[in-house]
């Protein structure tokens, strides 16, 4: 069984790169499966690196801004769930 909840929204996309800022509610770190839903998208995918002020980093707590890069392109104001498994 697995939940979803929400830990942050998208608050900027840079397509040339395909990378989400991301102003988080929760916390968030590497290894992490990330769903995003709005407008037209609504896909998962795990977090393979995180970036706060450009540097790499392995967890973010709630407040920050941090950058990820995206498999698709998202836009400002989608929601961002962490996607838990609980056996």
Do not use: C, W
């Not at 929400?6 to 590497?30: C, P, R, T, W």
């Amino acid at each position: 069984m697995t939940t979803e909840k929400q830990i942050g929204v998208v608050s900027n996309y840079f397509e040339h790169v395909g990378v989400a800022v991301l102003k988080l509610s929760g916390n968030l770190k590497v290894g992490d499966v990330l769903k995003f839903v709005g407008g037209e998208v609504d896909y998962d995918m795990p977090v393979e690196s995180i970036q706060v002020n450009k540097e790499n980093v392995d967890s973010a707590k709630k407040g920050d801004e941090v950058g990820i890069k995206v498999k698709e392109k998202v836009r400002k104001d989608y929601k961002v769930y962490r996607i838990v498994s609980e056996e």
